[in-house]
């Protein structure tokens, strides 16, 4: 374990944890030497409290940067490099914002407590168990590194000091081993079975949770401080006696006053950030079909949340709807209507239906009320949610944004994708298919859009949102909107990412599929309860930012249903923020216009906004179409829901499919949706100085990925293979915290499904028009052939997927900073430190795939390098190895590329310039494969065994270097495959060759007994001299 | 029960408007052709004579202003939805009076009025498409994005898409519906531009069928009690293609119904009526 930090007072609290619990000593040391780090954490954090975000929760040696700050700066020991094995996990202090799941055996505390409350709750966990464990596992390996990355985290002040609150408090309470339990949850499970955990559970530390529940009461209950917001979640859930509960979830109200969801996989503690343990229990993912709910109770609640929506306002509706839903409300509430109440009207008006009620509203209800006689509750909650789902803002989450002309806009959230409002007017809609990325940085949202069928590249649409926390807020509501509706499982986080970075935020629940599923299995008798006269007066937490779209432009009253409406509200004047830009950028290539000056960037902006076009006219992707009249059946709810009820019960991934009930898009089959994230700790006040006019608009360039065909190993051969691959690289920005208003910076990249955007080449996703489609696929091969590139003859089926991945990876991992603007850019080494650029991204992705290679081989030792290849070298690529021998050298494809925004299709279709001229940023791409002849005609069919591998990330100034180790056996013959990747970042004066000549130099010199079988240099370059304009 | 979206394409009532004599010279028009009044007004009475007859619709008949000469184009100065009615403003500023009477009618048959005030808002209800699930508004020479805005508001239920209209006078000059869910498009560039555009926006999927003439593309379609899908579309005689391709729909009933003169001063079938249903609720 990683213990370096133990100072005296840690030891002491460490020796206070051990001596609290003489019983388990060994869990306890553990504890200990892991409060020890925290503590440790927490003490450097305070030492270097004014310059950091907690949230840098990364991986050190996934993220060179930082591991770079740690050497720098921090006294971090090597050993902590070093992946521990099986040990519990430290607590890695997160943020509030910190996404990383903090899953570690927390289960097993979850269930553990379920057991004592209630067999239902414990089913449900058990229930849930499947992705709770999945969730669990990898993080746990990840987390190990974060503590140790957690000294050089950086960290605001008022996390610094909140934490050093919590510090405190543990210190003076002998409680502080709850904490440490939390922590070593994994391998204490065995404890929990013991009768002492009943000691220990005495001296847990509780808290008194209030929750307000769908019918405005509170709900009231104790947790332990530690607990983490499943087991919050599932005592309210417990308490309505709710199974259908992944449609819901909590929220609390953070520090700016802002509702959020709590996360149910991280402790409740440190995502309240204040003491106020005020939650609102409400609805997360609004099911499309309310009719496919399996219970009524769930229904009911839906119906609460709806009613809500409505009378605040959220969710607008025309008067005459306002009427039927206030009148279905009456009958499920209060029964049939009574001719013999006294004075109907004066008790309507007690009841809030809509924003702005009048007589003559509540005349109406009464009138349609009196026609529901014989209704029952359940059947008038049920033609409730069916005129209230069709409303169109119904479950549409909206967040305030800009597009990239600085014009207020809305984004709506919902089940099919992304809506983009103006005011009340819908002006476009994204689709999640259509999504190939969603990231946010500091605070600019970003979605990659697929190209459509005109369309040769990929774009991506920026949009500023008002800070940071509303972009990561923004980021975070998508990725789980996707999740839940698109996909049938959630991503696994287990998934073999040897580098992951920055945040590891994914939904964890189960998606609408699966509780689709689990509902179908419900076996209980129709519980019984109570539908109480709910007021539906604001409440106080619920209440929350009521944003409705006719708030975006201005703080106009929001008119209600009167039929005579107000017009006059104003919501012209779009607010324009001069020089705020928007940043659109393109993830594959890390390009920034370096040479352009601020004017030349102006221009640009102006230019890209007036070149708009549409990208996005491909009709949303769809089936097979039936026939028209087919459609209309199966469009109409009585069919949809008679058909999908038979998928639920025998066909769970069918019935994913047609979890969309009006729209029947494919969902993407077995997705391998994959989080990535990049995170960077910048100051905001640096971003926001940064220039008022730049636009790092670029574009991806969908050709020449590093493509790597696996060169197939001859029995003992072994080999090094290198890659080196030149990015352009942007700089950090100088952070310079100014205020204690700096927050961390942060990050993330969400690539809906990675799947899908792999075979782009081959799947048109619009079966539509088939004419038309053909065109497509043309173009796309057009483009695509870069991306294999003529691969050596030996290169077998799989490497080429293989390099397909990769380059997607490639793709997806770069990304740039934007903040090249900015005259700091010289890495200044005192600086680095609150700076980590992107493109190390580059490398971490290559690992995995090379974990799965079925190499055969023959065991040598573990050579471990950690090179740092010098920019000096002058070696030419030729020269390098006279054993290797250029197979193919594929010609360099120049791609230019170019960015198109578009947040409107209105402009989009009026600009009519063809793409090609609205070059923002040239890019050039390369890739090169050399490769030894003396691998040709390795048919290496049997896969070898995997014996082990391994995966090594360094990095210097400008280089990381990924080394990834694999060593298979196979037939009694070993094989060490060195597979290293070295990313070489740096502005125009890199002499790429030459590092490149120099990394193949040393690389020959640290394993001389092996050969070099292939080197594959992907270049990518900006054309800085092609701004014309 | 009369939900949202109930019966699309259900319609009791039809307002319509006289031909005034001023119409042959003055209406607005984009092309420069001569328009026989006689045979307008006959093509006109025929228009009518179906909305009554044929269909038995309640028809309200407005008379003709001479001072407005486009007055027969009705549906443009108001949108009716369910029991709501927008009077538009509409973006040629000859034409802004021809909602007054509009206005008083559509008060007589006890919808709620919602009235487009707004100074800088102008809206043609030739730019609104009604799907039946969501409206569709292009914006074009005669609609604004304020006027849209405004629709949104009086229409809250519905999301309201824009749809830039970049060639045409108005949205519908290329597009109607077919049927809930079938959109009928024409087969010029623009036209299917515009739809790529609404499938692109729609969370609904909708079929389409492209008729080659743009101008074809303008049908009316009901969904009445007794008579099923009704689609009055153009007759052979102006548009022989386009016909061909009405006469695959085997469910509905199709009517053609002349259009030759009015055309001539870019009046297309929908433009003559505003449709009403007034049993929309319970």
């Known amino acids: 374990m990683t213990t370096e930090a133990g100072s005296e007072t840690e030891v002491k609290e460490k020796a206070e944890e051990t001596s609290a619990q003489p019983d388990q000593s060994e869990t306890a040391e553990q504890e200990g030497q892991e409060v020890a780090n925290v503590e440790g954490e927490e003490k450097e954090k305070g030492k270097e409290k004014e310059k950091e975000g907690k949230e840098g929760k990364g991986i050190t040696r996934y993220l060179p940067t930082w591991f770079k700050k740690q050497k720098s700066q921090s006294q971090t020991s090597p050993t902590k490099e070093v992946p521990p094995a099986g040990e519990p996990v430290c607590k890695a202090t997160e943020g509030e914002e910190e996404p990383a799941p903090e899953v570690n055996g927390h289960a097993e505390e979850v269930e553990e407590k379920e057991e004592v409350k209630s067999e239902e709750a414990k089913e449900a966990t058990a229930a849930e168990s499947d992705s709770t464990a999945s969730a669990?596992?990898?993080?746990?390996?990840?987390?190990?590194?974060?503590?140790?990355?957690?000294?050089?985290?950086?960290?605001?002040?008022?996390?610094?000091?909140?934490?050093?609150?919590?510090?405190?408090?543990?210190?003076?309470?002998?409680?502080?081993?709850?904490?440490?339990?939390?922590?070593?949850?994994?391998?204490?499970?065995?404890?929990?079975?013991?009768?002492?955990?009943?000691?220990?559970?005495?001296?847990?530390?509780?808290?008194?949770?209030?929750?307000?529940?769908?019918?405005?009461?509170?709900?009231?209950?104790?947790?332990?401080?530690?607990?983490?917001?499943?087991?919050?979640?599932?005592?309210?859930?417990?308490?309505?006696?709710?199974?259908?509960?992944?449609?819901?979830?909590?929220?609390?109200?953070?520090?700016?006053?802002?509702?959020?969801?709590?996360?149910?996989?991280?402790?409740?503690?440190?995502?309240?950030?204040?003491?106020?343990?005020?939650?609102?229990?409400?609805?997360?993912?609004?099911?499309?079909?309310?009719?496919?709910?399996?219970?009524?109770?769930?229904?009911?609640?839906?119906?609460?949340?709806?009613?809500?929506?409505?009378?605040?306002?959220?969710?607008?509706?025309?008067?005459?709807?306002?009427?039927?839903?206030?009148?279905?409300?009456?009958?499920?509430?209060?029964?049939?209507?009574?001719?013999?109440?006294?004075?109907?009207?004066?008790?309507?008006?007690?009841?809030?239906?809509?924003?702005?009620?009048?007589?003559?509203?509540?005349?109406?209800?009464?009138?349609?009320?009196?026609?529901?006689?014989?209704?029952?509750?359940?059947?008038?909650?049920?033609?409730?949610?069916?005129?209230?789902?069709?409303?169109?803002?119904?479950?549409?989450?909206?967040?305030?944004?800009?597009?990239?002309?600085?014009?207020?806009?809305?984004?709506?959230?919902?089940?099919?994708?992304?809506?983009?409002?103006?005011?009340?007017?819908?002006?476009?809609?994204?689709?999640?298919?259509?999504?190939?990325?969603?990231?946010?940085?500091?605070?600019?949202?970003?979605?990659?859009?697929?190209?459509?069928?005109?369309?040769?590249?990929?774009?991506?649409?920026?949009?500023?949102?008002?800070?940071?926390?509303?972009?990561?807020?923004?980021?975070?509501?998508?990725?789980?909107?996707?999740?839940?509706?698109?996909?049938?499982?959630?991503?696994?986080?287990?998934?073999?990412?040897?580098?992951?970075?920055g945040s590891k935020f994914r939904y964890s629940g189960r998606t609408q599929a699966q509780t689709r599923l689990a509902s179908s299995l419900i076996d209980r008798p129709a519980p019984s309860f109570e539908r109480t006269s709910s007021k539906r007066i604001s409440r106080s937490l619920d209440g929350a930012p009521v944003i409705s779209i006719t708030e975006a432009g201005s703080e106009t009253a929001e008119n209600g249903r009167d039929p005579h409406l107000e017009l006059h509200s104003d919501s012209k004047s779009p607010l324009r923020v001069h020089g705020d830009n928007i940043y659109v950028r393109h993830s594959n290539l890390m390009l920034e216009d370096l040479d352009k000056t601020q004017d030349e960037v102006l221009k640009h902006q102006a230019s890209i906004s007036q070149l708009k076009r549409s990208f996005m006219e491909a009709p949303p992707p769809s089936p097979p179409q039936p026939n028209q009249w087919e459609k209309r059946l199966t469009s109409s709810p009585a069919t949809t829901i008679r058909v999908q009820q038979q998928q639920v019960v025998c066909a769970p991934q069918t019935e994913a499919a047609s979890a969309d009930y009006t729209s029947s898009d494919t969902k993407e089959p077995a997705k391998t949706p994959e989080v990535e994230i990049e995170e960077t700790v910048v100051i905001q006040e640096v971003s926001r100085a940064v220039k008022p006019g730049l636009v790092p608009v670029t574009a991806d360039s969908p050709a020449t990925p590093p493509a790597e065909p696996e060169p197939k190993p001859q029995d003992q051969t072994e080999m090094v293979e290198e890659e080196a691959a030149a990015v352009e690289e942007v700089k950090p920005v100088k952070p310079e915290r100014a205020s204690s208003e700096s927050e961390s910076e942060e990050e993330a990249e969400y690539q809906p499904n990675v799947a899908a955007s792999i075979s782009q080449t081959k799947i048109p996703e619009e079966k539509e028009e088939e004419e038309e489609q053909m065109t497509k696929e043309e173009e796309r091969q057009q483009v695509s052939p870069p991306v294999v590139p003529a691969p050596p003859v030996e290169a077998s089926e799989p490497a080429e997927e293989l390099s397909q991945e990769e380059e997607e990876a490639k793709k997806e991992d770069t990304s740039v900073v934007e903040e090249k603007k900015d005259d700091q850019e010289e890495k200044e080494s005192g600086r680095e430190t609150e700076e980590s650029t992107d493109d190390p991204m580059v490398t971490p992705e290559e690992a995995p795939e090379g974990l799965i290679l079925p190499d055969e081989t023959l065991v040598a030792k573990p050579t471990e390098e950690q090179e740092r290849p010098k920019m000096n070298g002058e070696a030419s690529l030729v020269e390098v190895d006279p054993r290797l021998q250029v197979i193919c050298c594929s010609e360099p494809p120049v791609v230019k590329t170019e960015m198109v925004t578009i947040s409107d299709t209105f402009a989009a279709q009026k600009t009519e310039i063809a793409t090609k001229e609205v070059p923002i940023v040239h890019t050039e791409t390369k890739t090169i494969t050399y490769e030894a002849a003396q691998l040709d005609g390795n048919g290496d069919g049997e896969p070898g065994v995997l014996m082990t591998a391994q995966t090594i990330t360094s990095e210097s100034l400008c280089t990381t270097t990924t080394t990834h180790i694999t060593k298979t056996l196979k037939g009694g013959?070993?094989?060490?495959?060195?597979?290293?990747?070295?990313?070489?970042?740096?502005?125009?004066?890199?002499?790429?060759?030459?590092?490149?000549?120099?990394?193949?130099?040393?690389?020959?010199?640290?394993?001389?007994?092996?050969?070099?079988?292939?080197?594959?240099?992907?270049?990518?370059t900006e054309l800085a001299e092609e701004e014309e304009d | 029960m009369a939900g949202l979206m109930a019966g699309f394409g259900h319609y009791t009532h039809a307002v319509v408007r006289g031909i005034p004599a001023s119409l042959a010279k003055e209406a607005l028009r984009t092309s420069q052709a001569e328009v026989d009044l006689t045979g307008a007004r006959t093509e006109h009475d025929a228009y009518v004579e179906v909305l009554r007859t044929k269909l038995g619709l309640e028809v309200v008949e407005l008379p003709a202003d001479e001072s407005l000469p486009d007055c027969v184009f009705v549906e443009d100065a108001a949108v009716v939805c369910g029991e709501t009615a927008l009077i538009t403003r509409p973006g040629a500023e000859s034409r802004r009076r021809e909602t007054e009477v509009m206005k008083e009618a559509l008060k007589d048959l006890n919808l709620n009025i919602v009235e487009m005030t707004d100074e800088n808002a102008t809206l043609d209800g030739g730019d609104v498409l009604f799907t039946g699930r969501e409206f569709f508004v292009g914006l074009s020479k005669r609609t604004n994005q304020r006027g849209a805005e405004i629709l949104a508001d009086a229409f809250k239920d519905y999301a309201v898409s824009t749809v830039p209209v970049l060639e045409g006078l108005h949205l519908k000059s290329f597009c109607s519906m077919g049927g809930p869910g079938l959109i009928i498009i024409g087969s010029s560039e623009p036209a299917q531009k515009a739809l790529k555009i609404m499938q692109q926006m729609s969370d609904h999927r909708y079929d389409k069928l492209t008729v080659p003439d743009d101008i074809a593309a303008n049908c009316i379609y009901m969904n009445l009690p007794d008579k099923g899908h009704v689609l009055l579309h153009c007759t052979a005689e102006e548009f022989p293609e386009s016909v061909k391709v009405f006469e695959k729909l085997k469910d509905h009933m199709l009517i053609p119904v002349s259009n030759l003169e009015k055309v001539k001063v870019d009046g297309a079938l929908t433009c003559c009526s505003v449709l009403i249903n007034k049993k929309a609720n319970i």
């Open chain 1, 136 to 501: 669990e596992t990898e993080p746990a390996r990840e987390e190990k590194v974060e503590d140790a990355t957690a000294k050089s985290e950086e960290k605001t002040k008022e996390a610094a000091e909140a934490e050093g609150a919590e510090e405190e408090q543990k210190e003076k309470e002998p409680q502080g081993h709850v904490e440490a339990e939390a922590d070593g949850g994994e391998s204490q499970t065995s404890i929990f079975q013991s009768p002492l955990r009943l000691v220990r559970k005495n001296k847990m530390k509780v808290v008194v949770c209030r929750v307000t529940l769908l019918d405005g009461t509170d709900f009231t209950c104790e947790v332990e401080k530690r607990a983490k917001g499943q087991y919050l979640f599932f005592k309210v859930c417990e308490h309505l006696n709710l199974l259908e509960k992944d449609y819901f979830g909590l929220t609390y109200k953070d520090s700016h006053d802002e509702k959020c969801w709590l996360d149910p996989t991280k402790e409740i503690k440190r995502q309240i950030r204040s003491n106020n343990w005020h939650f609102a229990f409400s609805v997360k993912f609004y099911p499309p079909d309310p009719s496919q709910l399996t219970e009524d109770i769930t229904r009911y609640l839906l119906c609460l949340q709806l009613r809500e929506d409505v009378s605040s306002g959220r969710l607008p509706c025309s008067f005459v709807t306002h009427a039927l839903l206030g009148s279905y409300t009456l009958q499920a509430e209060f029964g049939d209507y009574e001719p013999d109440q006294p004075r109907p009207l004066d008790f309507i008006s007690q009841l809030t239906f809509a924003p702005n009620q009048n007589k003559e509203m509540e005349e109406k209800i009464l009138e349609l009320h009196k026609s529901h006689r014989g209704m029952t509750p359940a059947q008038a909650d049920i033609q409730f949610l069916e005129n209230a789902k069709k409303l169109s803002m119904y479950g549409v989450d909206l967040h305030h944004a800009k597009d990239s002309e600085g014009v207020d806009i809305m984004l709506g959230v919902c089940a099919n994708g992304l809506l983009v409002y103006k005011d009340r007017l819908r002006i476009n809609r994204f689709a999640w298919p259509k999504i190939l990325k969603i990231s946010y940085k500091r605070n600019n949202f970003y979605i990659k859009i697929r190209p459509g069928e005109t369309e040769q590249f990929e774009s991506t649409v920026g949009f500023k949102l008002q800070n940071h926390r509303s972009a990561k807020k923004l980021w975070k509501v998508c990725v789980e909107n996707h999740s839940f509706f698109r996909l049938n499982a959630p991503e696994a986080p287990t998934k073999a990412r040897f580098l992951t970075l």
């Open chain 1, 973 to 1020: 013959l070993s094989e060490t495959r060195i597979e290293k990747r070295i990313v070489i970042t740096g502005d125009c004066d890199i002499d790429h060759d030459q590092a490149l000549a120099q990394a193949i130099k040393e690389a020959k010199e640290q394993h001389p007994d092996m050969s070099v079988t292939r080197v594959v240099v992907h270049k990518e």
